[in-house]
Protein backbone atom coordinates (compact mmCIF):
# COMPACT_ATOMS: atom_id res chain seq x y z
CA UNK A 1 0.00 0.00 0.00
CA UNK A 2 1.18 3.38 -1.04
CA UNK A 3 1.04 6.01 1.84
CA UNK A 4 1.83 9.54 0.98
CA UNK A 5 2.27 12.60 3.38
CA UNK A 6 2.27 16.02 2.49
CA UNK A 7 5.64 17.89 3.58
CA UNK A 8 7.81 14.87 4.18
CA UNK A 9 10.31 13.15 2.04
CA UNK A 10 9.34 9.37 2.39
CA UNK A 11 12.72 7.61 2.52
CA UNK A 12 12.78 3.86 3.53
CA UNK A 13 13.99 5.23 6.95
CA UNK A 14 10.56 7.69 7.28
CA UNK A 15 8.66 5.19 5.65
CA UNK A 16 9.52 2.64 8.94
CA UNK A 17 7.78 6.25 11.10
CA UNK A 18 5.06 6.87 9.26
CA UNK A 19 3.10 4.29 7.68
CA UNK A 20 -0.64 4.04 6.76
CA UNK A 21 -1.03 1.66 10.24
CA UNK A 22 0.74 4.07 12.12
CA UNK A 23 -1.36 6.85 11.00
CA UNK A 24 -4.72 4.49 11.29
CA UNK A 25 -3.69 4.26 15.16
CA UNK A 26 -3.17 8.17 15.28
CA UNK A 27 -6.69 8.52 14.28
CA UNK A 28 -8.36 5.29 16.37
CA UNK A 29 -6.38 6.48 19.84
CA UNK A 30 -7.71 10.36 18.79
CA UNK A 31 -4.78 11.73 20.37
CA UNK A 32 -3.39 15.48 20.04
CA UNK A 33 -0.54 14.91 21.72
CA UNK A 34 1.09 12.26 20.21
CA UNK A 35 3.54 13.09 17.75
CA UNK A 36 6.13 11.46 15.45
CA UNK A 37 9.39 13.17 15.27
CA UNK A 38 11.44 12.37 11.45
CA UNK A 39 14.84 13.18 11.41
CA UNK A 40 16.89 14.29 8.61
CA UNK A 41 20.92 14.38 8.92
CA UNK A 42 21.49 15.94 5.47
CA UNK A 43 18.77 18.21 4.15
CA UNK A 44 20.25 20.34 1.38
CA UNK A 45 19.22 23.72 1.43
CA UNK A 46 20.72 27.35 -0.34
CA UNK A 47 21.86 29.93 2.02
CA UNK A 48 20.85 32.93 -0.22
CA UNK A 49 22.97 35.97 1.17
CA UNK A 50 25.50 34.14 1.20
CA UNK A 51 24.83 32.11 -2.55
CA UNK A 52 25.89 29.04 -1.47
CA UNK A 53 24.43 25.43 -0.81
CA UNK A 54 24.59 23.97 2.28
CA UNK A 55 23.87 20.50 4.38
CA UNK A 56 21.93 20.94 7.42
CA UNK A 57 20.04 19.03 9.73
CA UNK A 58 15.96 19.40 10.06
CA UNK A 59 13.83 17.79 12.54
CA UNK A 60 10.37 17.77 11.64
CA UNK A 61 7.23 16.96 13.87
CA UNK A 62 4.02 14.79 12.16
CA UNK A 63 0.67 14.72 14.37
CA UNK A 64 -2.77 14.72 13.51
CA UNK A 65 -4.86 17.60 13.00
CA UNK A 66 -8.28 17.68 12.20
CA UNK A 67 -9.99 21.34 13.36
CA UNK A 68 -12.26 21.11 9.99
CA UNK A 69 -14.41 18.91 10.30
CA UNK A 70 -15.88 16.28 13.00
CA UNK A 71 -15.03 12.62 13.11
CA UNK A 72 -17.80 10.14 13.45
CA UNK A 73 -17.76 6.67 15.66
CA UNK A 74 -16.92 4.56 12.25
CA UNK A 75 -14.27 7.29 11.25
CA UNK A 76 -15.74 8.85 8.75
CA UNK A 77 -15.93 12.29 9.17
CA UNK A 78 -18.65 15.37 8.58
CA UNK A 79 -18.12 19.41 8.18
CA UNK A 80 -18.92 21.21 11.27
CA UNK A 81 -22.96 22.18 11.35
CA UNK A 82 -23.73 19.34 9.73
Not at 18 to 39: H, Q, T
Not at 45 to 63: C, L, Q, S
Request: glycine share 2%; proline share 2%; charged share 35%.
Amino acid sequence: MCCKVRGFTLNYKNSKKINFERMVSLVRNMDREEKIAINNPCKITRDVKRRKVINKEETKMYKIVYEKRVIQEDLTTLPYGY
